[in-house]
């Protein structure tokens, strides 16, 4: 829900040298640090709007804006501000700063906090340190199907790297199907024709003595799926009364599971305790900002706020899979995700690309990648192991160099996502070399 926004702060500025830390709402939405004539990156396109940042928030043209989290460095030698949400994981204000001359002026449509440091990283740094979560544990090393073969991923895909990374002698894990393996959203244990068996394949991973990982977006259903057509009571409503819209991907409209109604959470929970039963302990559960939009939930939740019932979706999740499975967020509001995961991607996608769709930093490219993954650096080991997104070595792609710098810098999840025959020295030995340096 939000209010009208009313004053928090007014502070002096020195206007050429201040700079201000917006935090986007979810793991794709622009964060970073900006000097106060430049602007923010906003988006360019009402769907990526809706997938990508905060959906129904509209910034005013000239204003930065945090969602939970923003920090102002006033340029003077004054002290660092944050203003925080005062209560993170439940409720996230909008945090607005705009400037007149040297004033700035601070206001949030909801509690906030304020903290004062001597800079910007160790600021939201000591924050985060003082939530007090317990240390994430060590991720493992994975290799994830998604940035060589999309969603036309097959099955023989799969055995083809299991056995390139034998014979490239590569410090691999976990090797993690990601999408394609299923026939639709939300029909997640009905098979694409590209695959035979989940369990089977779960089994060679194993065989080789890998872990099993898989891919599901767990609270998106597609209108064509199965679900959709048999249960329209599992979906969240609009006011309306139609189904609520998560935006469009895929080349289709997005609906939205609601895990508040007792049959829709046990569904979901029996789809993961499956894929745990079938072999698979690494689950990368992606499109997270759909179960917390707005909408009419069942029955008795229908007033049960957004975010409350996000975190009561992944407790099904985990509940489903076990506290040693690991748990990777991706397309996550950051703040609601306190306390949930294991990883969480910090960042847009990468991709074989630098400059994003559009010049919209909130779609995949290198530099939208790296622009926010490097500006949330401070949330790495203190809210959970980052997830720089994966390392692409293929001659293929576009800066690999400045790429592979960039995911070893985070210390934080390392992936490989290439098809592993089609490395030549140098990505073989960078992959290894990224691979090996992980926190094992």
């Known amino acids: 829900m939000h209010h009208s926004f009313t004053p928090v702060a007014s502070v002096l500025v020195d206007p050429r040298r201040a700079r201000v830390h917006e935090e986007g709402w979810q793991s794709w939405s622009p964060s970073g640090t900006y000097a106060l004539d430049q602007a923010p990156y906003r988006p360019t396109d009402d769907n990526w709007a809706t997938v990508c940042y905060r959906p129904g928030v509209t910034v005013p043209a000239g204003a930065f804006q945090g969602e939970g989290l923003l920090a102002l460095d006033p340029g003077d030698g004054s002290p660092v501000r944050l203003w925080a949400a005062a209560d993170p994981a439940h409720e996230v204000p909008s945090v607005r700063l705009t400037v007149t001359g040297d004033h700035a002026e601070v206001t949030a449509d909801g509690p906030v906090k304020e903290w004062t440091g001597t800079d910007i990283p160790s600021l939201l740094g000591e924050w985060a340190a003082g939530l007090g979560l317990p240390a994430p544990r060590p991720a493992p090393t994975v290799w994830c199907s998604w940035y060589e073969y999309f969603t036309e991923v097959t099955e023989d895909d799969i055995h083809e790297n299991l056995r390139a990374m034998d014979t490239l002698d590569l410090p691999i894990d976990v090797v993690q199907i990601d999408d394609g393996y299923q026939r639709a959203l939300g029909d997640w244990l009905t098979l694409s024709g590209r695959f035979r068996s989940r369990e089977a394949i779960a089994d060679a991973i194993r065989a080789r003595g890998r872990r099993a ?208 025959l089609s490395l030549d020295q140098w990505g073989v030995e960078t992959t290894r070399r990224i691979l090996s340096g992980a926190t094992r």
């Open 213 to 420: 990982g898989i891919w599901t977006a767990p609270f998106l259903v597609d209108p064509a799926s199965d679900l959709a057509a048999e249960h329209p009571d599992w979906l969240v409503r609009d006011a309306e009364g139609g189904p609520a819209h998560a935006g469009r991907n895929w080349g289709h409209d997005l609906c939205v599971l609601d895990t508040t109604h007792p049959e829709a959470a046990a569904y979901l929970a029996g789809v993961f305790r499956t894929l745990r039963a079938e072999g698979y302990d690494y689950f990368k559960v992606d499109f997270l900002y759909a179960g917390a939009l707005e909408g009419v939930r069942h029955g008795d939740h229908e007033n049960m706020d957004a975010l409350s019932a996000y975190r009561a979706g992944i407790g099904v999740i985990r509940e489903a899979i076990g506290p040693d499975a690991y748990l990777l967020g991706c397309g996550a509001p950051i703040l609601p995700s306190l306390g949930l995961f294991d990883a969480m991607r910090v960042s847009p996608d990468t991709a074989p690309h630098r400059r994003p769709e559009a010049g919209d930093y909130s779609q995949p490219g290198q530099d939208p990648a790296e622009f926010t993954g490097a500006a949330r650096q401070w949330q790495h080991g203190r809210l959970w192991v980052n997830d720089p997104d994966c390392l692409m070595a293929r001659p293929a792609v576009e800066t690999r160099e400045r790429w592979a710098a960039h995911v070893a810098a985070t210390g934080g999840l390392m992936a490989s996502s290439d098809r592993l």
